[in-house]
């Protein structure tokens, strides 16, 4: 796909655009398109994206992002930022137009997520990120639809694309302020599962574990086991939409299986993730019925933790908490480092099990001009101000 001499392609006020960023022969050219069929078009230059990407995120690959785009969100002004440089792709970024911000009625781009992502970080080619954010700002600037902020949820604080980010910002003159910040547990490598267990968990639980599995093994013919076979996929599917729901979530209605567009979108995100050789699932059956299910995504050299579904029937055997202590033998692959659990901050299970951290912040940049520098100014001086009144209050 020749990306090279591109020029203006439509009109600004439609959004979609294939400009180059410079006069230089070699300079990026940026394309705005519909995120919809942007799986087919882009395809394995898509992939070859996130295999080469400087930082990993299964959120943002092609396989989740578009079960999302067909089962998960309502036609919207919803578009693709996409950087090229000749025939490779160097960045992608799912965009729309939020008009608030927060509490302010200020129209602006927010990198586009749904629920189910728990993880913002575009896919930039590792090296490239201070020139993709370049080339994003500057179409961005002359972008009529775009308002003045530029907000990214999700980063990861201090990595090679925030950093390419504040980078870029501060070579035009402009702040890159991060603005909420939480922090989630993260299992990281460097020790085998045992030893990972003695470090992080006190005697008296680890002692407390085991005879919990010990009872649960009396119940029963308990197995544990792993996604094996892509035939399994589909049934495995089905098993935990089940589970899921037997509990407390499908009671509120929250469970994935709750909507037939939620089922939808997990039943085809883990198709896509299995044809990609990102999914690993563990279950623990009790004579033949599951009762206990992981989800995680492998993207070496991370991976990250996507959803969790036990049977509420047995929790006084903490069949959740055991199935984590099973996911730990991902600490003997050579090609994992790290997963991230997409845990809420403090969550008490994964806190007390995982040892490491990670930070996880949201920032906003002001887009040029006028109205980006009186929007920014706006939009912080009321943040730091509702901060301080939270602080003076003591909440």
Same mark, same amino acid.
């Given at each position: 796909?020749q &990306?090279?001499?591109?020029?203006?392609?439509?009109?600004?006020?439609?959004s &979609?655009?294939?400009?180059? !960023?410079?006069?230089?022969?070699?300079?990026?050219?940026? =394309?705005?398109?519909?995120?919809?069929?942007?799986?087919?078009?882009?395809?394995?230059?898509?992939?070859?994206?996130?295999?080469?990407?400087?930082?990993?995120?299964?959120?943002?690959?092609?396989?989740?992002?578009?079960?999302?785009?067909?089962?998960?969100?309502?036609?919207?002004?919803? &578009?693709?930022?996409?950087?090229?440089e000749?025939?490779?792709?160097?960045?992608?970024?799912?965009?729309? $137009?939020?008009?608030?911000?927060?509490?302010?009625?200020?129209?602006?781009?927010?990198?586009?997520?749904?629920?189910?992502?728990?993880?913002?970080?575009? =896919?930039?080619?590792?090296?490239?990120?201070?020139?993709?954010?370049?080339? !994003?700002?500057?179409?961005?600037?002359?972008?009529?639809?775009?308002?003045?902020?530029?907000?990214?949820?999700?980063?990861?604080?201090?990595?090679?694309?925030?950093?390419?980010?504040?980078?870029?910002?501060?070579?035009?003159? &402009?702040?890159?302020?991060?603005?909420?910040?939480?922090?989630?547990?993260?299992?990281?490598?460097?020790?085998?599962?045992?030893?990972?267990?003695?470090?992080h968990?006190?005697?008296?639980?680890?002692?407390?574990?085991?005879?919990?599995?010990?009872?649960?093994?009396?119940?029963?013919?308990?197995?544990? #086991?792993?996604?094996?076979?892509?035939?399994?996929?589909?049934?495995?599917?089905? %098993?935990?939409?089940?589970?899921?729901?037997?509990g407390?979530k499908? /009671?509120?209605?929250?469970?994935?299986?709750?909507?037939?567009?939620?089922?939808?979108?997990?039943?085809?995100m883990?198709?896509?993730?299995?044809?990609?050789?990102?999914?690993?699932?563990?279950?623990?059956?009790?004579?033949?019925?599951?009762?206990?299910?992981?989800?995680?995504?492998?993207?070496?050299?991370g991976?990250?933790?996507?959803?969790?579904?036990?049977?509420?029937?047995?929790? /006084?055997?903490?069949?959740?908490?055991?199935?984590?202590?099973?996911?730990?033998?991902?600490?003997?692959?050579? %090609?994992?480092a790290?997963?991230?659990?997409?845990?809420?901050?403090?969550?008490?299970?994964?806190?007390s099990?995982?040892?490491? #951290?990670?930070? $996880?912040?949201?920032?906003?940049?002001?887009?040029?001009?006028?109205?980006?520098?009186?929007t920014?100014?706006?939009?912080?001086?009321?943040? %730091?101000?509702?901060?301080?009144a939270?602080?003076?209050?003591g #909440?």
């Amino acid at each position: 796909m020749q &990306r090279t001499g591109a020029t203006q392609r439509v009109a600004d006020g439609d959004s &979609r655009r294939a400009v180059r !960023v410079s006069a230089v022969p070699d300079a990026p050219i940026v =394309l705005i398109e519909p995120v919809e069929g942007a799986g087919d078009r882009l395809g394995a230059a898509w992939d070859d994206l996130a295999a080469a990407a400087a930082e990993p995120n299964a959120f943002a690959e092609r396989w989740f992002v578009m079960a999302g785009v067909r089962h998960l969100c309502p036609p919207a002004f919803r &578009r693709l930022i996409e950087v090229w440089e000749g025939d490779r792709l160097t960045g992608l970024l799912p965009v729309v $137009i939020d008009p608030r911000y927060g509490r302010l009625p200020l129209r602006h781009v927010v990198n586009w997520l749904h629920h189910h992502s728990f993880l913002g970080t575009p =896919l930039v080619r590792a090296g490239r990120e201070r020139a993709f954010w370049a080339a !994003v700002l500057a179409v961005l600037d002359d972008a009529r639809w775009a308002g003045g902020l530029l907000h990214i949820n999700g980063l990861v604080e201090d990595g090679p694309v925030h950093r390419g980010l504040a980078t870029a910002a501060a070579t035009l003159g &402009r702040r890159c302020d991060t603005v909420h910040r939480v922090v989630r547990a993260q299992l990281d490598a460097g020790l085998d599962p045992e030893a990972y267990l003695e470090t992080h968990v006190r005697k008296k639980k680890r002692k407390e574990l085991k005879r919990l599995a010990a009872r649960l093994a009396e119940q029963g013919t308990l197995t544990t #086991r792993r996604l094996a076979d892509a035939g399994e996929v589909s049934d495995w599917c089905d %098993d935990f939409l089940a589970l899921e729901a037997s509990g407390w979530k499908g /009671r509120a209605g929250s469970a994935l299986g709750s909507t037939p567009e939620t089922a939808g979108f997990f039943c085809e995100m883990l198709a896509g993730a299995w044809s990609a050789g990102r999914l690993e699932m563990l279950r623990m059956d009790l004579d033949g019925r599951p009762i206990a299910m992981l989800v995680n995504f492998l993207t070496a050299p991370g991976s990250f933790s996507f959803k969790i579904a036990f049977d509420e029937d047995h929790a /006084r055997f903490s069949p959740g908490v055991l199935i984590q202590i099973e996911n730990l033998r991902l600490l003997d692959r050579a %090609d994992i480092a790290w997963m991230d659990s997409c845990a809420a901050e403090n969550h008490p299970m994964i806190d007390s099990l995982w040892g490491g #951290r990670r930070t $996880i912040v949201r920032v906003t940049v002001p887009l040029g001009g006028l109205r980006g520098r009186v929007t920014f100014a706006l939009a912080r001086g009321l943040e %730091d101000g509702w901060a301080w009144a939270r602080r003076r209050l003591g #909440r």
